[in-house]
C-alpha cells in the first residue's frame, strides 16, 4: 500500500502509457484470480475426496494471505485515515452497516436454509475485500480512500464481525462470538501485523518479494476455495443456484448503496466510486474460513461464490464507471473553460502496487489479484 502523498506525486509524473500499462495490469489481476478460483472450485466439487482431509487447514490458509496482505503495508497507510477521518469513519460504518443488514434481509426474503443464511449473513459480516483496491483504481476512483476504508475494517474485524454474526445470525444457528473473536485474532490480525513487523524490519528484502506475493495470496485462496466446494459438494447441486441469487443480490445492492452513501454525503465522483467497492465487495476468505470452523462447508458455500462474483461484477462496474468518468473529463477540458478533473479526487492517484489485490495482498503492477 501506499501512502496519500505517495499516490499523488506518483500521479503528477504519470504519462498515458504509464497510466495503460497500471490499467493493464489492473484487469490482468480481476481477471486471472476468478478464473484461477473456478478452476480450483471445479477440482473440489469433481475431486471432493482429494481435499477432505485439508478442512482443519482453512484457518492456517488464511493466515498465509492475511500475513501477505500485511507484508504490502506500512505505517504510511495508516496517515489518510487521521487525514480524512469524516470519508473514512463513512466507509467504515456504511460497510458495516449495508452490507450485515442487505445479508440478513435476503436470506429471510429468500428463506434460505439455516447454514446458508448463516453464510450469507457472515459474509456481510466481513471486513471490505482487498481486492476493491484494485477495482477502485480501474474505476478511476479515490484509491487513497479506498486503500483507507480496507485496512481499518480489516483491522476492527475482530471487534465488529464476532457480534454482528451473533445478532443477526443467531437466530439461524447457534454462535460463539467468543471464539470467532479469537480465530479471527489468530487468522486475521496477528498475521498482518506479524507482515508489518516484518517490512518494517527487512523492508529492503520484503520490496524483492512484492511481486510474487499477490500469486501467493491468489493460489493459498484457491485452495481455500476448492476445501470450501468439496466439503459441500453433494449439497451444490440443489443449492448452488439459490446461492447465485443470493450472492448476486448482495453484491449488487451492496455496490448501488455504498455508491449512493457516498453520493449522499456529498464526497464526489471519485470517492463514491471508491465507497461502492468497499461497501460491495467483502473478505470472503475470511467468510468461508469463518464458517468452515464454525458452521459448516456448506454455510461456507456462499463465500466461495462471493469470491468469484465480487471480482467479475467488480470489472464490470469498474469499467462502467471509468467510461462515465473519461467522458465527464472530456466534457470538462480546459477548452471548456473548465480544469480537468483528477481521476482519483483529493484523495491522491491511483497507484496499483498499492492496490490491495484480492483478500489479501497488495496488488504489485503487474501481478495477479488475489482476492476472494
Known amino acids: 500500500m501506499r501512502s496519500e502523498n505517495e499516490c499523488e506525486r506518483e500521479d503528477e509524473h504519470e504519462s498515458p502509457a504509464g497510466r495503460d500499462a497500471a490499467d493493464r495490469a489492473a484487469r490482468r ?10 478452476v480450483a ?29 500485511g507484508l504490502t503495508m506500512t505505517p504510511k497507510d495508516f496517515q489518510g485515515v487521521a487525514r480524512r477521518p469524516w470519508a473514512v469513519g463513512l466507509g467504515l460504518v456504511a460497510h458495516y452497516v449495508i452490507m450485515p443488514g442487505l445479508g440478513w434481509l435476503i436470506a429471510n426474503g429468500l428463506g434460505l436454509p439455516p447454514q446458508l443464511a448463516a453464510g450469507v449473513i457472515l459474509v456481510g459480516c466481513a471486513p471490505s475485500g482487498t481486492s476493491s483496491n484494485v477495482v ?25 464481525t464476532p457480534p454482528l454474526t451473533l445478532l443477526l445470525a443467531g437466530e439461524f444457528l447457534p454462535v460463539d462470538a467468543g471464539a470467532m473473536v479469537t480465530d479471527i485474532l489468530k487468522t486475521v490480525l496477528l498475521p498482518v501485523l506479524a507482515g508489518l513487523a516484518l517490512r518494517l524490519l527487512a523492508g529492503r528484502y520484503v520490496d524483492r518479494a512484492l511481486g510474487a506475493l499477490p500469486w501467493l495470496s491468489a493460489v493459498t485462496i484457491a485452495v ?4 470450501v466446494v468439496a466439503g459441500s459438494a453433494a449439497a451444490i ?23 449512493g452513501a457516498g453520493k449522499l454525503a456529498r464526497l464526489g465522483p471519485p470517492a463514491s466510486r471508491a465507497m461502492a467497492f468497499e461497501v460491495g465487495m467483502q473478505n470472503s476468505g475470511l467468510a468461508a474460513s469463518l464458517a468452515t ?36 473529463d472530456e466534457v470538462g477540458r480546459p477548452s471548456a473553460g473548465l480544469p480537468r478533473q483528477s481521476p482519483h479526487g483529493d484523495g491522491g492517484a491511483a497507484d496499483t502496487s498499492g492496490a490491495v ?5 497488495s496488488a ?9
Open 29 to 38: 489481476a480481476v481477471t486471472v484470480f476468478p478464473v484461477l478460483v473456478l
Open 293 to 328: 470452523a464454525h458452521f459448516s462447508p456448506l454455510a461456507a458455500l456462499p463465500a466461495a461464490v462471493f469470491s468469484v462474483w465480487h471480482n467479475v461484477s467488480g470489472a464490470l462496474v469498474a469499467a462502467w464507471m471509468a467510461y462515465r468518468a473519461r467522458r465527464a
Open 364 to 372: 504489485s503492477t503487474g501481478s495477479s489479484d488475489s482476492s476472494s
Open 357 to 361: 489485490g484480492g483478500n489479501g495482498t
Open 41 to 69: 472450485g471445479a477440482l473440489g466439487l469433481v475431486l471432493p475426496g482429494a481435499f477432505a482431509e485439508w478442512k482443519t487447514s482453512v484457518p492456517y490458509l488464511l493466515g498465509v494471505v492475511m500475513f501477505c496482505m
Open 136 to 160: 477502485t483504481y480501474l474505476a478511476r476512483g479515490d484509491v487513497a480512500l479506498s486503500v483507507s476504508v480496507a485496512t481499518v475494517s480489516t483491522v476492527l474485524a475482530p471487534l465488529v
Open 237 to 259: 447441486k440443489s443449492a448452488a443456484l439459490l446461492v447465485f441469487v443470493a450472492v448476486v443480490l448482495h453484491n449488487g445492492l451492496g455496490l448501488a448503496l455504498g455508491y
Open 224 to 227: 481455500i476455495v476448492a476445501v
